[in-house]
């Protein structure tokens, strides 16, 4: 019997062995490029891969790979590593700075000179340093339940369980305070003014330098400061005016007599919301049905205001100031130095403050949505501007004429300037950069990650393409043209 030849295809068998091969054929495909790019030392342009490129707004160089997962930068002053957005570090050895962040702004530390700082959260966090004379300070707070501070100097050291029991120092806008079992016994001291709160806020006690003071809120209270001075920085002694206030069934009777033994006493007297007014040398103001109809006689500034219904209707006219305001149709206000104009608040802003050498215009349309802010330097003729579109785009120009291009910016228009959102978060959305040098003509472009990459100067001009799969390079007379890291032509330098 004659035997017949049988061919059995594998994959015929398991139809996915094809599939399979292909796939590793491309993944040894890919792993031999990168690999060979490595191993070869002109080759420094992989795509979102790898690569590694001069900075082109400053000295320096960076390294990127995994597309916007990983990054590296060192300049002159400064050097920073990242991993967005789980970890960042930047460091400036010439003032000792670092900064590290984790999930930035969900964990940071913190390092300048001898201060030291980590936060989880704006929750938990321990700080050191030293203190005006030298003495060293660690501190550790779990707000609100928890603060200390341990130092050499004994004087300094303090702990508080809240609302326990415990003393701050130097703390939430006072220079001390005890407290046991707050809200019933709380002791604060603010510079030289000591208030003891018996039940906060309803019972208090005050005293200070020619101060005493006391009330039951909100039935009765009553509180008197002497006339007194003091020496300022320079060294000269000044007075500290006095002042005598008191109230019954708060807020329906309000007395307070302010700036005793100055060139400007007043008085002011209110019965809420019936009334208020004040008299002065320098300003009037009367209040009917507080807080909506007010006029104005500010003398000092030279100009008076008539509010009705306040905040949505108000009126002044003088030197010191001009304003229309029928909120939120229209609102023009101006004096010598600022003006802030808005139509149909939210939807139009314009805000200037010139007060030379600084010229500063802002305008917003919907907050956010569109933002230009431009400074100039009135001595020098430079100019910095700053343009965000959320969540398109943000564009600055400094005053060197640097600018910078970043497509993609969902959060940098509502915190512009944060060194931790562009350091840990704008990678990642930033699939669009362009940046020109204003002093060395300098320019680079990005798209996707250096998928695509041009860089140029008038010396020379680098585009990479598809992990570096087509390069081009010109020097020069010098060009160099490579495919899959081969150079398939090139022009040398005329011979010297």
């Known amino acids: 019997m004659k035997k017949i030849p049988v061919t059995i295809k594998l994959s015929a068998i398991n139809p996915g062995a094809d599939s399979t091969r292909r796939r590793g054929f491309v993944f040894i495909l890919l792993a031999g490029i990168f690999i060979g790019s490595f191993r070869n030392a002109e080759a420094e342009a992989c795509g979102f891969i790898f690569d590694r490129f ?267 100031k001009t304003t229309s305001r029928v909120f939120p149709v229209f609102s023009r206000s101006h004096n010598a130095e600022k003006e802030n104009n808005s139509y149909l608040w939210p939807v139009w802003q314009f805000q200037r403050t010139h007060a030379d050498p600084l010229d500063q215009q802002r305008t917003r349309v919907l907050f956010y949505l569109y933002a230009r802010l431009a400074e100039k330097n009135t001595s020098t003729g430079a100019e910095k501007v700053r343009l965000d579109m959320w969540p398109f785009f943000t564009w600055h120009r400094d005053f060197s004429g640097n600018e910078r291009l970043q497509v993609l910016a969902p959060v940098e228009p509502a915190v512009p300037d944060n060194p931790g959102i562009e350091r840990n978060w704008s990678p990642l959305w930033s699939f669009w950069r362009a940046e020109d040098n204003g002093k060395t003509g300098a320019s680079s472009r990005s798209l996707l990650w250096n998928l695509y990459r041009r860089e140029t100067a008038p010396a020379h001009k680098k585009v990479s393409l598809l992990f570096g799969l087509f390069q081009y390079q010109s020097s020069g007379e010098n060009r160099r043209t490579r495919l899959f890291y081969v150079t398939v032509a090139q022009t040398p330098a005329a011979p010297k």
């Open 54 to 320: 001069q900075l082109t707004l400053e000295n320096g160089w960076r390294t990127e790979s995994a597309g916007p997962f990983y990054y590296s930068q060192q300049n002159e002053s400064e050097t920073t590593w990242a991993l967005p957005p789980f970890y960042s570090s930047d460091k400036k050895p010439a003032v000792e700075a670092r900064e590290d962040d984790f999930l930035y702004p969900l964990l940071t530390r913190t390092r300048y000179g001898l201060e030291r700082r980590w936060q989880f959260g704006q929750l938990l966090s321990t700080s050191g340093g030293q203190e005006q004379n030298g003495a060293a300070k660690k501190r550790l707070t779990l707000f609100p339940l928890y603060f200390s501070q341990r130092s050499p100097d004994a004087s300094l050291d303090y702990t508080a369980w809240v609302p326990f029991y415990g003393r701050i120092k130097d703390r939430l806008f006072h220079d001390e305070i005890y407290f046991v079992m707050f809200p019933f016994f709380a002791e604060t001291r603010k510079r030289d003014v000591v208030t003891d709160n018996y039940v906060y806020p309803i019972v208090s006690v005050r005293h200070g330098d020619g101060l005493s003071g006391w009330q039951v809120w909100p039935l009765a209270g009553s509180e008197h400061k002497d006339v007194t001075t003091r020496t300022n920085g320079f060294g000269d002694s000044e007075t500290v005016g006095g002042h005598d206030k008191s109230f019954y069934l708060w807020p329906l009777h309000l007395k307070q007599d302010t700036g005793i033994g100055t060139d400007n006493p007043e008085k002011f007297r209110a019965a809420i919301p019936l009334y208020a007014y004040s008299r002065s040398p320098k300003r009037d103001s009367t209040t009917v049905l507080w807080p909506f109809f007010t006029w104005i006689d500010e003398r000092g500034k030279q100009y008076h205001e008539w509010q009705g219904p306040w905040p949505f209707v108000i009126f002044a006219r003088g030197e010191g």
